[in-house]
């Protein structure tokens, strides 16, 4: 596989579930992004990791929790969410250094819906 | 806070006319990018404009970047139906920080 995968694709949850959404670049990238894309509002970045730190919460809820295991994985881990968080949730990754262009390439997205 | 304000909104419009995106904004920016997004997919890149006055072409699309580095326009000649989507700038005031602008959904009729 080439590029930015993300799964699953859709997902349905009830405001008590746990759930997660996984990111995989095959890029060799040393950053990765989870951004959130809702109907009225621009894109928000939410996290950023940069070689598996975090360097960027843009004040996102605690219910929203990443990791980042690896610089080739990135997770989104979801509880007690609100209906107001569905939405698209996009994943990305760039090289910002080291000669890179600091392109975001990003994956297809997880459509989230909250019950 | 850094804010990339686009207009118009939305354009609908048919196979053949020109049209003209902007992105403003209030801050200045190191470099510009401008994303197309498809329905059911993630923004892909279409440039990256980094010096103030700069024009980039690519192929029907032509990309200029104001001389204060605050704005930017996205112009597309003869537009295609192909060239449906929804239009993204972004900006990046730092390293690993891109802002999105507000977007600007397009639809051209064949």
């Known amino acids: 596989e080439t590029g930015v995968t993300q799964t699953p694709r859709h997902l349905v949850m009830g405001m008590t579930n746990k759930k997660s959404l996984k990111c995989e670049q095959h890029l060799g990238h040393n950053a990765m992004y989870w951004y959130k894309q809702s109907a009225k509002k621009p894109l928000e970045l939410m996290f950023v990791?940069?070689?598996?730190?975090?360097?960027e919460n843009n004040s996102v809820p605690s219910r929203f929790s990443p990791e980042c295991p690896n610089s080739s994985h990135l997770f989104l881990h979801l509880h007690t969410l609100q209906p107001e968080d569905s939405a698209l949730y996009l994943c990305a990754s760039s090289q910002p250094f080291g000669g890179g262009t600091g392109e975001l390439f990003f994956g297809e997205g997880s459509r989230l819906t909250v019950l | 806070t850094q804010l990339l304000e686009q207009s118009p909104q939305f354009l609908s419009i048919q196979e053949g006319e020109n049209l003209t995106v902007y992105c403003n904004s209030s801050?200045?920016?190191?470099?510009l990018q401008w994303y197309r997004q498809e329905p059911g997919e993630g923004p892909v890149l279409l440039v990256t404009?980094?010096?103030?006055?700069e024009v980039k072409k690519l192929k029907r699309l032509t990309f200029q970047f104001g001389d204060a580095r605050k704005d930017s326009s996205l112009h597309i000649t003869a537009a295609q139906p192909g060239d449906t989507g929804l239009y993204l700038c972004a900006g990046a005031p730092g390293a690993y920080k891109y802002i999105f602008g507000t977007g600007t959904r397009l639809k051209v009729l064949a």
């Open positions: 801050s200045v920016f190191s470099s």
């Open positions: 404009v980094v010096t103030g006055g």
């Open positions: 990791y940069s070689l598996e730190e975090r360097v």
